[in-house]
């Protein structure tokens, strides 16, 4: 009996032994693997810090959520035709820019963020636009819902968050009337976001002959791979000649408002014209990345536009799958060329060292850079990290201004009353490097002056930060936002 619990003692000795030397190795490996990734500096030692201090967790949320998948191709395009077409398209127009023949005087300053974002997102110049403007869901929704009510022959929607809301239910009302006319329905919701949409509510649409599907479905073992990479966008198109994209999903909140966090405000595009076509095939090709179905009738979905009027813009797609951070290089691009100002409102602000550098030089340069942040966040993290960058956004004298009206959602940047940007994505890493987005680059004054107005009315309604009351705030909440900044890397 001794000499068995001997054998069994030594046994389990060299078990754990073999267990920790396995699971050392591991830990290491994957440490020297993040290192070898080459990302950015902060991202890459918290990653490190975390595995070091916290092994175990530190190693599952990296399976989870800290692997770059920018460089691995998530699906191939080239089976989409249009794909083939767009970038023909995109190589004449960066001819045309770069010989500057037959250019438009409205384009006269932007001929280089065109160029850059033909080559970085094959996005198409378009010039013959009509936009609209919505600040509050109740405007936003009122026109997307007459829009599907005049639907004929498509309806095409892609959200990240659909809710089984009473807005949610009304969406879903009227997309089962016009399928039952014989109008074609197709809806994308994101897996994650949409987490808790009932099997019910979808079963209804497919009932219908709707045809919907989950991006990227996460479910167990598939989590690892699946959880991190989430598509943000939101787009609707009718009948290929009505577009919306902004930063609304699908909830009553945006009708309604929250309890804790008041009205909610955020900005949303109407685009009729021929930016319509790219909003077209932006959901086109991520149907056949969630389908692999590959739509062709053209007469349909990408019909002649009517519109005259001259509004000049591109429709502006990242995300892991392509090679480059498009948006983010474009955002950076627009900061270093301005020369009066630059007017930025975001729900969450976690800029890269890049957006960060950028900022500062700007203001130090004489520019005059205000940012709006909401006074109050639907995240607990994301909030005190966003200010954990005030201290060093004041001292390079950018005016920090925290929205008191309720939450402000809007994601727009405008600069020098000629160039403004609105779509899904956020001025934080999340939105630079994970998750799928797209924005409208709108050349125009007019869209512009109105997007500048709007922000300026939102600044009576904010509450200034300056040096000296921020100088004065609770320690706590400088540890507050220390802690934040640390961890917001990992999320």
Known sequence: MVVLNILNETF?????????????????????????????????????????????????????????????????????????????????????FSSKTDIHHKLADHLSIITLLLNNSKALLTEKNEVEIFQTGNQAFDSIIESLYSATSSIHIEFYIINDDKLGNRIKNILITKAKEGVKVRVLFDDVGSWSLPKRYVKELKDAGIEIYPFMEVRFPLLTSRVNYR???????????????????????????????????????????????????????????????????????????????????????????????????????????????????????????????ALKTAALSGIDVRIILPGKSDSTVVYWSSLSYVSELLEAGIKVYLYQNGFNHSKVMMIDGKLAMVGSANMDIRSFEDNFEVAAFIYDNQVTERLEENFLSNLVQSQVITPQSWSKRPLKNSYKEALARLISPLF
């Open 12 to 96: 389990l000795n060299h078990l754990t032994t073999l267990l920790w030397t396995v699971y050392i190795i591991t830990v290491l490996s994957t440490a020297a693997m993040i290192i070898h990734e080459k990302r950015d500096p902060a991202k890459t030692s918290t990653w490190v810090l975390l595995l070091i201090t916290l092994p175990i967790l530190g190693l599952l949320l990296y399976i989870v959520f800290g692997q770059n998948r920018r460089k691995e191709k998530l699906f191939s395009r080239k089976e989409i035709q249009d794909i083939e077409q767009i970038e023909y398209l995109s190589h004449k127009q960066v001819i045309r």
């Open 231 to 357: 598509n943000h966008r939101k787009v609707v198109v009718v009948d290929g000649k009505v577009g919306y994209l902004g930063g609304m999903n699908i909830a009553d909140r945006y009708i309604e408002g929250t309890r804790r966090l008041g009205q909610w405000y955020d900005t949303m595009l109407k685009i009729e014209g021929e930016a319509v076509h790219s909003l077209q095939v932006i959901f086109l090709i991520d149907w056949y990345f969630v389908t692999g179905k590959i739509i062709r009738e053209r007469n349909i979905y990408f019909p002649q536009p009517t519109v005259t009027s001259y509004h000049p813009l591109q429709i502006v797609t990242s995300g892991p799958d392509s090679d480059w951070a498009s948006i983010m290089q474009a955002f950076f691009h627009a900061i270093t060329r301005a020369n009066k100002h630059i007017y930025i409102s975001t729900p969450y602000f976690i800029p890269n060292e890049s957006i960060l550098t």
